[in-house]
């Protein structure tokens, strides 16, 4: 404990290669470690101080068990020493069981929308070691394979603009055409003078497209 | 004004009433139906909040459909919440037991990878406590939503207008609404004053200034486009 006091998590812990986790020495010959042997590389190190798990990318697991949240707020003084201690992405995983679902939703708030942490819940090692698994998987693909980070839409902005256009009142397709071809920008049709207007779509259309813009 | 406010889309109605009854009557936010097009609920200028059903979420049928919706709404907003709520019990069905499965742990891990906050929740009125607590929390950081949501005439034409930029959303195109007199000040402006007018961050700002400068080009418009516009 004189040691966790002192080192709350370990510095240099924060580059793990794609693939490897390290894990805390307290984990060694558990049912969690033994599950994730042969998965994935794991190196047991000691002093991780309060971190589980350090995963690739600078992420680390901090585990919450069933009697962890039961028992009360030990956890609590931790977590806040971690975030206190470190800027790695910690990710809680908390075991939710029958027994400690009614502590689930303060923790979820305290974590989440206090601490502005992960929390995760599992009901058992098993379902935790899968978890931690994946966790240590979309931290070792190549860049870019995210699929809720991939490229932005590639809107068609020629097709956008042409739309954008005929949102003022009363103009359609054509007139949106004809007056993109005179002032090619949003900006310079915004900017175009009552004659002007009138000179490519007519008097009345002008005045309606030009209080459109300028009315307040 | 001044009190909390909520935008939730007209859809909300149907599939999570009592989400909005728990809200307005227990928690005292005010929530405004919009048709938000494409996004539950906007809890601030910057923060939108996806809800799903667990068996909606974790089915991997549905996949596809959540990374274009996910996509959409980090296009759209600086934060983006998943609450994944438990499915309700009907009366005389016993709950069906949860499956965890490879694709809803993989799921999960890159949906936090890629910054998108996760929250659980047992039920609709435990849905509600999570949405009072993040709209209370963007109060705090100046944030929430304080322009008028309802608006008409000429107001409802300059707002489908913004509504038509490219990735600019419903609080977005509000704040602009109200905050400039005319459209003609958005397109002069500044980034630094879309920035403050729309309460966005700069790069969203960047974006919107561009889009208003962008020279039309007849030759690029897709012969797709020739009939109706569609997004590809």
């Known amino acids: ?216 | 004004t001044g009190g909390p406010c909520i935008l939730a889309d007209s859809r909300e109605i149907s599939s999570g009433p009592e989400v909005i009854t728990y809200l307005r009557t227990t928690h005292g936010v005010r929530v405004d139906i919009c048709s938000l097009g494409g996004c539950d609920y906007i809890v601030s200028n910057r923060l939108s909040v996806e809800r799903k059903s667990q068996s909606e979420f974790s089915n991997s049928a549905n996949r596809s459909k959540l990374v274009e919706r996910i996509k959409h709404l980090r296009s759209m907003f600086e934060r983006v919440c998943l609450i994944v709520e438990k499915d309700r019990v009907k009366p005389g069905e016993t709950s069906r037991l949860f499956q965890r499965t490879k694709y809803y742990d993989s799921t999960l891990s890159s949906l936090i990878s890629a910054g998108v906050q996760v929250l659980f929740s047992s039920s609709q009125e435990e849905t509600a406590a999570l949405l009072k607590e993040l709209v209370s929390l963007e109060q705090r950081k100046n944030t929430g939503i304080t322009v008028p949501t309802q608006v008409s005439g000429h107001k409802q034409e300059v707002l489908n207008f913004y509504l038509s930029i490219p990735n600019v959303s419903y609080i977005t195109a509000l704040n602009l609404c109200h905050h400039v007199p005319s459209v003609s000040q958005i397109t002069n402006s500044s980034v630094e004053e879309i920035v403050s007018k729309g309460n966005v961050s700069k790069q969203k700002a960047e974006e919107i200034y561009c889009y208003l400068h962008y020279v039309f080009d007849p030759k690029m418009l897709q012969p797709s486009d020739k009939r109706k516009q569609s997004v590809v």
């Open chain 1, 1 to 216: 404990m004189a040691t966790t006091q002192s080192t709350p998590v370990r510095a240099g812990a924060s580059a793990v290669p794609y693939g490897h986790v390290i894990v805390s020495e307290k984990w060694r010959g558990t049912e969690l470690a033994q599950l994730l042997q042969g998965k994935v590389n794991l190196m047991f190190e000691d002093g991780l101080g309060l971190v589980d798990f350090h995963l690739p990318q600078r992420a680390c697991i901090l585990y919450i068990s069933e009697t962890d949240l039961v028992s009360g707020n030990e956890f609590k003084r931790r977590l806040v020493r971690f975030r206190k201690a470190s800027n790695l992405r910690g990710i809680v995983l908390a075991e939710r069981t029958r027994l400690s679902d009614q502590y689930y939703s303060p923790v979820q708030n305290f974590v989440v929308l206090e601490l502005g942490m992960t929390l995760l819940p599992v009901t058992n090692r098993s379902e935790a070691a899968q978890l931690i698994f994946h966790l240590i998987q979309e931290r070792s693909r190549e860049g870019g394979s995210n699929p809720f980070i991939g490229k932005k839409r590639c809107h068609l902005s020629e097709a956008s603009i042409l739309q954008t256009v005929q949102r003022i009142p009363a103009v359609g397709r054509v007139k949106a055409l004809q007056l993109l071809h005179h002032f090619p920008s949003i900006q310079e049709l915004s900017n175009a003078s009552l004659r002007d207007l009138e000179a490519v779509v007519g008097r009345g259309f002008a005045s309606n497209i030009h209080s459109f813009f300028t009315q307040t």
